[in-house]
């Protein structure tokens, strides 16, 4: 059980995610706790036309302002208002967070590797998500240093956590750049084999935190193939072309023109939850693989990756039961989240790219997301 003291009596936020000159800080206060005897706080980043807030509960971010075609800025990053949220959450789990030890689903929380069996914890219809019941995302994360726009976070994994094996190292980068670039990076290493695969899990909505759906949004992605899954979202282990499909994104199309549509992957999936295979080399080189613009507010953001696979994923299971940090509710399909990674479920599938990670192997992973308004 977490032992939480609260450093301040949180206070609500009064500013609402309406058109503005400026970015609208949330306060730093309602985010200064103490979570399993670590401090916890809100970082502020500035560059470009970029604002972002972070807290190292989970490496969150917490907000994200830019500018629309006339200049006006706006929350494209769904979040809560207050520290407590995230920790007593009832609401989505990663809200912009680092997710990992091994980002998205293992089959019936089991994998084995160098012939043992390892078991991990259950936490979504049957399956391991996002690393099982602690991950990466519940842990106060290390800050190694701040700049104006760059944050610097590490954790040590221990042998066994969630089930994983080896003790890990992780340093993870967030870094805003002066071409409005929010860049993540990451470097682990292990002291026993194991499987790595993080991914951060922003969700964003172009128009505004809380400002209606993504459903106008206009989405491109470079892959000609999917790996479909079963009904609780494992990977069959199949490769399916996109021709053809909703699932073709080579060319732009809005999310909401086809995610209705009669097809079995979208009914498994309950809409686009599904991971891509990027049209490109596994060479470790940063390519763009996907862009995302909202007609209504002119804003854009491209996404480049080193990794070989996205994740799409539309807030299917939104349901405007709770709000944002604006008192806006969280509607269903009200935000994106476009997650690079390796396949989901790689440990369990010879023929899928391996995620094993060696002592004296260093894993890196390279995200960014740059914005641009037009």
Known sequence: ?????????????????????????????????????????????????????????????????????????????????????????TGERYLGAVVGPFANRIANGRFALDGKEYSLPINNNGQTLHGGTLGVDRIVWDVKEVTENKIVFFCTLPDGQDGFPGNREVEMVYELTPDNEFAVYYKGTTNAPTVMNLSHHSFFNLEGDGEGTILDHVLQIAADAITPVNEVLIPTGEIMP???????????????ERVNGDHPQLAAGAGYDHNWILSRADDGMEVKVADVYSPKSGRGMEVWTDQIALQFYCG????????????????????????????????????????TLRPGEVYTHSCIYKFYAK
């Open 242 to 256: 996109v021709e053809g499909t909703p699932f073709d994104f080579r060319e732009p199309h809005a999310i909401g």
């Open 1 to 89: 059980m977490k032992k939480i003291i609260l450093a301040v009596t949180l206070i609500a936020l009064t500013a609402c995610n309406c058109k503005n000159n400026q970015p609208q800080l949330l306060d730093k206060a309602a985010f200064e706790t103490v979570v399993d005897g670590k401090e916890v706080s809100l970082y502020t980043l500035k560059a470009g036309d970029l604002t972002m807030q972070v807290t190292n509960y989970g490496a969150r971010v917490v907000s994200l302002w830019a500018p629309d075609r006339d200049g006006n800025f706006a929350d494209v990053e769904i979040g809560y208002e207050n520290i407590d949220r995230y920790v007593n959450n």
């Open 316 to 355: 299917n299971f939104f349901d405007g039961s709770y709000n944002s940090k604006f008192g806006k509710p969280v509607l269903y399909r009200g935000a994106i989240a476009l997650e690079t990674q390796r396949y989901p479920d790689s440990p369990n599938h010879a023929d899928f790219p391996s995620c």
